[in-house]
Structure formats: C-alpha cells, structure tokens
C-alpha cells in the first residue's frame, strides 16, 4: 500500500483537504447553533443595566475563540495589548479571509463590529449579533452608510470601540487595498485614535471565493501604535485615510520582515 506525501496511505490529499474543511465548517456551525442560547439568557438579565452590551460581546468572543481552539493547529498570538489602553479607539484591521473575525475575537477588549444588514438575519449568527448591539448596514444605500457611521460615532462617544476593516472587502492577493473614508470620517467626528491591528496568516486559509479551508496554521494578531486623530476635520476623511494606509502598509511590511528574519 502505497503512502501519499500527507503520510496518510492512498489517500489523495485533495480528499484530505475536503474532509478537513469539512471538519473545520462543522465546528463553526456547532459552536453557531449552541451560543445564541447561551447568550440569550445572560441578554436579558443584563438589560437593565449593561446598555452597551459588554456581556453579550463577550459571549460572542467565546464563540470565535471556541471554534479557533477547536480546530487542531489553529492557534492565536495576540501582541502590542498595551495599546490598548485609554480607549475608546476606532480599531482598523486588514482583510483577507472570513477567519479574520474569529482572529480578532482574541482582542481583550470591548468593541462593535459593522456588517451587512443581510448577516443578522442568518438564524443563530444574526440573533447573537443583534444581542450583541453590533451596527448593521446596506452597502449599496448611500443613507443607510450614513446611518451606520453615524452609529458608529454614537458608539465611540459611550466608550466603546468599533472595528473597520477599511479595505471594504477581503484582498484577493494578498496586497493592501485603497482604504475607504469611513473608519476615518468617525475618527475625525469624535475625536478619537485609531488603532492599527495587523493580522496575518489568514490569507490562504479561507481566501476570497472559497469554502476550502487551507493548511491550518499559527496566527498572529499585532496591536499597533494608536494614530492620533485630533487636529484632522471629518472633511479631509479622504486625506487621512490615505497617509494611515501607507503608515499601516508600513506597518505591515516591518512585521511580515520580522516573521521572515526569524524564520
């Protein structure tokens, strides 16, 4: 009997790729269908006085960093924490697969998501998003954008963070896309600092226009240094928006450099 190079004997290793992904897609819809009923409960009980939902968020952290730990070779180090002091921060990620969600759930702190309005009605998922008071949106409308940013600010000025991925979508090479004003317009309304969270090693795990999950892999989530953004009027989005992606590109190429070196 003959061994593929996986080691295991006769098995080709796209079918092992399949039955992995599987694996993998069954774990998330587990931890998906069990959650919603744990954090219903903890939701009503923490209406009256948790108004900005910290307790339903993180339950809904549990639940990435649950389907992270379950699957085997998936681990996560988070580095740079001590950024996250003196919040709130609009917090600015890049994009390259849907894992970077559950990646970004191993952040110590308490933040909102934006999504497309459509995600909250997908049963369990949604239900635990709209607990969670995270701020939906319909892309194509220019006044529901409006609406969400404005949201967003209203979130920043309680004291919580909001998460952007400023690309606007998953990167299909890999490459840093142009970033879009909004996470920006927000900084600029309120006053607050932006904080860079670079991710990496999710790229070929579930890249753009696949339900095939890659090789497993260790992956990194890297607080960078908070970007002032006193000074900077929510006309100039546009501008701003520009000189922090070259900072952030910057950012990225010293720690992709540094994984290198060290490899």
């Not at 939701?43 to 910290?54: M, N, V």
């Not at 389907?67 to 950024?83: A, C, F, S």
């Not at 939906?136 to 969400?148: H, L």
């Not at 501008?239 to 994984?259: C, K, P, Y």
Request: aromatic share 12%.
């Amino acid at each position: 009997m003959s061994a593929d190079r996986t080691g295991a004997p006769g098995v080709p290793p796209e079918a092992l790729g399949a039955l992995s992904s599987a694996l993998i897609w069954g774990c998330i819809c587990l931890a998906t269908l069990i959650f919603p009923f744990v954090m219903f409960p903890v939701f009503l009980l923490s209406l009256p006085f948790d108004r900005t939902g910290a307790w339903c968020h993180w339950i809904g952290a549990q639940w990435g960093r649950t389907i992270i730990r379950m699957v085997p070779g998936w681990r996560v180090r988070v580095e740079g924490v001590d950024h996250l002091r003196n919040g709130p921060f609009v917090i600015i990620a890049n994009h390259q697969s849907q894992v970077d969600i559950l990646v970004t759930f191993f952040l110590p702190h308490h933040f909102k998501w934006l999504s497309k309005r459509s995600v909250f009605r997908i049963p369990c998922l949604g239900w635990m998003m709209w607990m969670c008071r995270y701020i939906p949106v319909v892309r194509a409308d220019r006044k529901s954008a409006e609406r969400c940013l404005q949201r967003c600010a209203e979130r920043i000025r309680s004291g919580v963070s909001v998460v952007f991925f400023p690309e606007g979508t998953r990167s299909e090479d890999g490459q840093l896309r142009p970033f879009k004003p909004g996470a920006f317009w927000v900084a600029a309304e309120t006053g607050a600092p932006l904080l860079p969270v670079a991710i990496l090693g999710t790229a070929q795990c579930l890249p753009k226009k696949s339900l095939r999950f890659g090789r497993s892999k260790n992956f990194r989530l890297v607080v960078g240094e908070p970007i002032p953004s006193t000074g900077v009027s929510s006309s100039e989005a546009g501008r701003f928006a520009a000189e922090v992606r070259e900072r952030f590109a910057a950012f990225l190429r010293s720690l992709e450099a540094g994984a290198t070196s060290g490899s």
